[in-house]
Nanobody, 123 residues
Framework: QVQLVESGGGLVQAGGSLRLSCAASGRTFSNYAAGWFRQAPGKEREFVAGISRNGGTTLYADSVKGRFTISRDNAKNTVSLQMNSLKPEDTAIYYC????????????????WGQGTQVTVSS
């Protein structure tokens, strides 16, 4: 079992930045690929970014490429999402997830989820 706890959400103006963090506990975090997903009201949960177990591979949704950066620190059991140039359409609950396999974009491959953190971008 891996427990995930997100932090760092909040309210920011368009064009601003936020950094989300996800703290993992339980099993050895370096054995898991990690991802960030988001869900806006009335919409399905969608992939935002993912990172492989050793951090060597990263994936991004087209909508966030060039604006968001995912990173991880296995020594500290954390994964982070730096979000720059935020837009109102980035408003959603952001979830951290862990996958015992390789990094992928499908939410169905992720076994463990955090409780989510709200990000609101005002125009």
């Amino acid at each position: 079992q891996v427990q995930l706890v997100e932090s760092g959400g909040g309210l920011v103006q368009a064009g601003g930045s936020l950094r989300l963090s996800c703290a993992a506990s339980g099993r050895t975090f370096s054995n898991y690929a990690a991802g960030w997903f988001r869900q806006a009201p009335g919409k399905e949960r969608e992939f935002v970014a993912g990172i492989s177990r050793n951090g060597g591979t990263t994936l991004y949704a087209d909508s966030v490429k060039g604006r968001f950066t995912i990173s991880r620190d296995n020594a500290k059991n954390t994964v982070s999402l730096q979000m720059n140039s935020l837009k109102p359409e980035d408003t959603a609950i952001y979830y951290c997830a862990a996958n015992v396999g390789v990094v992928v974009t499908s939410r169905y491959a992720y076994n463990y989820w955090g409780q989510g953190t709200q990000v609101t971008v005002s125009s």
